[in-house]
């Protein structure tokens, strides 16, 4: 009767303990940026600007700061080459290149939006179209592709710069099931798709290569299935049974060392 006492202790103390572990492990799971604290400060090495590439959309808006010669850029405006049909779009093609009013074909990938509106400025000066001209440059399609267990959605960023949280916190529908340290930023680059997988959990994701998003990333959530879960319950009741036999037999031990004494 007393082993089988000691016993019934000894297994409500191990299960109180387990359920400890258990119910300690959802935060260490879900929580965001747990190494951080109030006025952390992290040094952020890659900064960012969105490239252009084959297949985007660009808005070009050709100005004159001198209101004399605003006639000079509405040829410049009138086009549009864009899938939307609007004025002013103009669709990236295959090599990189637009074909633009008067000025005629430009590469424009690899540049970021700021560079190519220097060099158009720079091309309308120099070639004396307008004497002071102001060219405003746009993504018109930076989007970013969500995919989950629930199904897909895409994300409309209204500039060309968007982080891997905030993109995050759009989608606004990670539960306790996801796999944070599995979520997975996949984009191509030279040709390929690269998947990287960035884990919220840790402030080291501020200096992740992909934690400033481009225009057509997919960002890949996985969520724990049914097998995943039965597997965790396993793997602790496995460790619970283990422990409790431990237990017993050094309880056992214990007790026939203090009977024989």
């Given amino acids: 009767m007393r082993i089988n006492n000691i016993k019934t202790i000894s297994l409500t103390l191990l299960l109180a303990v387990v359920w400890l572990f258990a119910s300690c492990a959802t935060p260490r799971r879900v929580d965001y940026l747990q190494d951080m604290s109030h006025g952390s400060q992290v040094e952020i090495e890659n900064r960012f600007e969105a490239m252009i590439a084959p297949y985007d959309e660009l808005n070009i808006t050709v100005m004159s700061a001198d209101m004399q010669n605003a006639n000079l850029a509405v040829p410049f405006n009138m086009a549009s080459q864009g899938g939307d049909g609007k004025a002013n779009s103009y669709l990236v093609d295959v090599n990189g290149d637009i074909e633009l009013p008067t000025l005629g074909k430009v590469h424009?990938?690899?540049?970021?939006?700021?560079?190519?509106?220097?060099?158009?400025?720079?091309?309308?000066?120099?070639?004396?179209?307008?004497?002071?001209?102001?060219?405003?440059?746009?993504?018109?399609?930076?989007?970013?592709?969500?995919l989950g267990a629930e199904g897909g959605r895409v994300l409309n960023i209204a500039n060309e710069r968007c982080t891997f949280l905030e993109a995050l916190a759009?989608?606004?529908?990670?539960?306790?099931?996801?796999?944070?340290?599995?979520?997975?930023?996949?984009?191509?680059?030279?040709?390929?798709?690269?998947?990287?997988?960035?884990?919220?959990?840790?402030?080291?994701?501020?200096?992740?290569?992909?934690?400033?998003?481009?225009?057509?990333?997919?960002?890949?959530?996985?969520?724990?299935?049914v097998n995943t879960v039965r597997s965790d319950f396993m793997y602790w009741v496995s460790l619970a049974t283990t422990a409790l036999s431990v237990t017993s037999l050094l309880t056992t031990v214990a007790l026939y060392r203090s009977m024989q004494n």
Wanted: aromatic share 14%; proline share 5%.
């Fill in 170 to 225: 759009m989608m606004g529908n990670l539960d306790q099931f996801t796999r944070r340290d599995r979520i997975a930023v996949m984009r191509e680059v030279n040709g390929r798709m690269v998947m990287r997988y960035l884990d919220p959990r840790s402030s080291d994701v501020f200096n992740d290569p992909f934690f400033m998003l481009q225009q057509n990333d997919f960002i890949i959530v996985p969520n724990y299935n």
């Fill in 108 to 146: 424009v990938a690899g540049l970021t939006r700021l560079r190519l509106q220097e060099l158009l400025t720079d091309m309308l000066r120099t070639g004396d179209y307008i004497p002071e001209p102001f060219v405003n440059v746009r993504f018109n399609n930076f989007k970013i592709f969500y």
